[in-house]
T-cell receptor, first 110, second 117 residues
Framework: RKEVEQDPGPFNVPEGATVAFNCTYS??????FFWYRQDCRKEPKLLMS???SGNEDGRFTAQLNRASQYISLLIRDSKLSDSATYLC???????????FGAGTRLFVKA | IAGITQAPTSQILAAGRRMTLRCTQD?????MYWYRQDLGLGLRLIHY???????GKGEVPDGYSVSRANTDDFPLTLASAVPSQTSVYFC????????????????FGAGSRLTVL
């Protein structure tokens, strides 16, 4: 079993749609959780951190369920510019224990 | 602009040749990392360094070596390249001594696309 698992997609949605991505992790000792965004042929960039209480940044909402070892990302009112690969990231103590999921591809169409 | 600079951007290399990918950061981050990214496999850690003068092995270290002579530079060397090392290589850094979840936030360079024939 992979340490961090994501549905690879692709998710094809129309503009304005709401889309949700899920991610599960296997190490219950994981301490930090993130979503990164990666555009085609570009480097990954931090989208948002994920906290147990849930957090929101504009159209993006991230949730963490430690009991189920599950992370989610919700995108509301999808824009064409949201088309990218979204990487679920789980970290332990120190950055070298950071584990990346393989990513979920999103295509938003007009 | 603060960040990470990688070189070369892309390279085609004959099998058996030696190659060094360069990585320089100007954020004074203590920790640096090399990842490779392959389709369907995501990002896999090759080597890391928590501070200047120390290095460690990641998930896929075989065939690669690194050095960390100072805070800013973290070169990755392929001593004798093989076709399976064809990949996109990303260098990253983090301020892992910072408190809280920010310690695990990675900043990436733009990547080096390597093709070994």
């Amino acid at each position: 079993r992979k340490e961090v698992e994501q549905d690879p997609g692709p998710f094809n949605v129309p503009e304005g749609a709401t889309v949700a991505f899920n991610c599960t992790y296997s190490n219950s000792a994981s301490q930090s959780f993130f979503w990164y965004r990666q555009d085609c042929r570009k480097e990954p960039k931090l989208l948002m951190s994920v906290y147990s209480s849930g957090n929101e940044d504009g159209r993006f909402t991230a949730q963490l369920n430690r009991a189920s070892q599950y992370i989610s990302l919700l995108i509301r009112d999808s824009k064409l510019s949201d088309s990218a690969t979204y990487l679920c990231v789980v970290a332990g103590t120190g950055g070298f224990k950071t584990i990346f999921g393989a990513g979920t591809r999103l295509f938003v169409k007009a | 602009i603060a960040g990470i600079t990688q070189a070369p951007t892309s390279q085609i290399l004959a099998a058996g040749r030696r190659m060094t990918l360069r990585c320089t950061q100007d954020m004074r981050h203590n920790a640096m990392y090399w990842y490779r990214q392959d389709l369907g496999l995501g990002l896999r850690l090759i080597h890391y360094s928590n501070t200047a003068g120390t290095t460690g092995k990641g998930e896929v270290p075989d065939g690669y070596s690194v050095s960390r002579a100072n805070t800013d530079d973290f070169p990755l060397t392929l001593a004798s390249a093989v076709p399976s090392q064809t990949s996109v290589y990303f260098c990253a850094s983090s301020d892992s001594l910072a408190g809280g979840p920010g310690a695990n936030v990675l900043t990436f360079g733009a990547g080096s696309r390597l093709t070994v024939l």
